[in-house]
């Protein structure tokens, strides 16, 4: 088994097919999109997939070290960085393959018009512990 | 036995180790193998006395963990050096591991962990679920917050608000995983209004009651928010709002309002309505000042502009809104509210798709998002 990363942008990634923002749909079109992502995550604890699944808030600050005895630096919020993450799913699944055919049924979720959405999403597989027998 | 009865008698069974002189981190620890031990031996072999095998149990706990401790001979000449507790203690034990467990010294995170587990008789693996962290990472915040308390005299009556703010966010913190945080918090306040009279406790404990009755109408399928104004009020639990009535009513005939008691006034008085357009929202407002008047709240003030709108229109529930801090949580969906009931849609829409943005939960995205698209949706007809 193998843990991978599947990652939902507000921004960054290639060009979205369908870029409506969802104050945009339907009421009806927000509740089937939220019912399915449900669904999905509750599949995969069936299946024995799912690892863990977190939003973030759009608002993000960035901090760094100041020196000896300073307050940190902060700096941001940024309303036009490129890339924005807005959550991700982490499953635990047999192969890359497995991982891909997950992230293309997520991509999937429905949005206006009950259609599927499209949407990019980036898998990332994370880095392991060495393994025990290594030659 | 049921496990809420075992859980029960935790913190007596820890009093009385601690009355013995074994100090409370050590008595926890004994109390809480014993505690396991029980869950194991019982369904088998009931005990007749389940808190005297608690107490034996632990004991024996206790000297085996003293005896395979390196420094056992310090141990033991703290056992004889304590003194013996004298007559007339001040609080019971039970009251006195509430006041221990929320004192000053923690910090909220580590109090409501020590409460849930020597007071409630949780298991730490437990805790760890409710609040989604690592066991390791419950296991050390609790140790730490045993060290935190260690030179605390045990029998010593506290600040009984510092016990009723633990309780209130182990309530607030609702259901994930086993445990039903919302019903433990419940117990435990039910449990201490048993041993002290204190109106405020009485307060809480019906907010709680009140606030709990709702909750099968609160959510609907896929977890989807249902605000007030639109649950199913034939899902609220009656039974559940006769009590908490009674709790308050009890409290208040006492004369001595607090903030508790204010806040289940007004969840009162929702519950008092058997449709939305029925609710008393005049008597909210007057509810609302004297909860100003007693917090100076903003939060309060607020919630107070909402019922306004309801009870005076909402003009005047934005008027009430003036003057209090945009970046206040959920501000921008107050204002929303207001401006949609004042037939505003554009400013609303944007004031929900706003709110939505700053969200504080999933959930209430979702549901601030839906509200945005419902009225965008009435624009573009």
């Known amino acids: 088994m193998a843990k991978y990363l599947l990652l939902k942008h507000y921004r960054g990634g290639p060009t979205p097919l369908t870029d409506v923002p969802m104050d945009k749909w339907t009421p009806e079109e927000i509740s089937a999109h939220v019912q399915y992502m449900h669904d999905f995550a509750a599949r995969l604890e069936d299946t024995g997939e799912f690892v863990d699944a977190q939003a973030v808030s759009p608002e993000g600050t960035f901090v760094r070290y100041d020196g000896e005895g300073r307050p940190p630096v902060t700096d941001g919020p940024f309303a036009e960085t490129k890339d924005l993450i807005a959550g991700w799913m982490v499953i635990d699944v047999e192969s890359y393959e497995r991982a891909l055919e997950l992230a293309g049924e997520l991509s999937a979720a429905p949005g206006v018009g009950g259609k599927p959405l499209h949407e990019w999403l980036e898998v990332r597989p994370f880095l392991t512990a060495p393994p025990t027998i290594a030659e | 036995m049921e496990e809420a009865v075992l859980r ?20 926890e620890d004994a109390v809480q193998d014993a505690l396991v031990e029980a869950v194991r031996v019982w369904p088998t072999d009931p005990p007749r006395d389940p808190k005297g095998w608690l107490v034996a149990v632990s ?56 409460t849930l587990r020597a007071v409630g008789g949780l298991t730490t693996r437990q805790i760890a679920q409710a609040y989604l962290v690592p066991e390791s990472t419950m296991a050390q915040r609790i140790s730490r917050a045993k060290r935190t308390v260690a030179g605390v005299r045990f029998n010593q009556p506290g600040d009984v608000a510092t016990v009723l703010r633990v309780l209130y966010l182990v309530f607030n913190e609702g259901y ?29 404990l019906a907010l709680m009651l009140l606030h709990h009755a709702r909750r099968a109408a609160r959510t609907a399928a896929g977890g989807r928010l249902v605000p007030l104004a639109e649950q199913d009020r034939s899902l609220w639990d009656t039974r559940l709002i006769a009590e908490g009535v009674q709790v308050l009513q009890n409290a208040l005939a006492r004369d001595r309002l607090g903030e508790y008691q204010a806040q289940a006034a007004i969840a009162a008085l929702h519950a008092d309505a058997r449709t939305t357009e029925e609710t008393d929202w005049v ?47 959920r501000y921008s969906a107050v204002a929303a509210h207001l401006h949609e009931r004042a037939g505003d849609l554009a400013t609303a829409a944007r004031l929900y798709a706003e709110a939505a943005r700053s969200a504080p939960s999933l959930p209430e995205r979702d549901h601030l998002t839906r509200q945005a698209a419902r009225l965008n949706l009435a624009l573009r007809r």
């Open chain 2, 176 to 204: 994930s995983g086993d445990v039903d945080l919302a019903a433990e918090a419940i117990r435990l306040t039910r449990q201490l209004t048993a041993r002290i009279r204190h109106e405020e406790v009485a307060g809480l």
């Open chain 2, 8 to 27: 029960a008698l935790t913190p007596a069974v820890i009093g009385v180790l601690v009355r013995r002189g074994v100090d409370f981190a050590t008595a």
């Open chain 2, 59 to 114: 004991w024996r706990k206790f000297l085996d963990a003293a005896r395979a401790d390196t420094s056992r001979r310090r141990r033991e000449v703290l056992v004889e050096a304590e003194p013996a507790p004298g007559p007339g203690e001040p609080v019971d034990d039970t009251l006195a591991l509430y006041f221990l467990c929320a004192h000053p010294s923690l910090t909220s995170a580590s109090a409501v962990a020590l």
């Open chain 2, 283 to 329: 008597q909210i407002v007057e509810w609302y000042d004297e909860l100003v008047r007693l917090t100076d709240n903003p939060v309060a003030r607020l919630n107070r502009a909402v019922a306004v709108g309801e009870a005076d229109g909402a003009r005047a529930g934005l008027a009430a809104l003036a003057g209090l801090d945009h970046g206040l949580p």
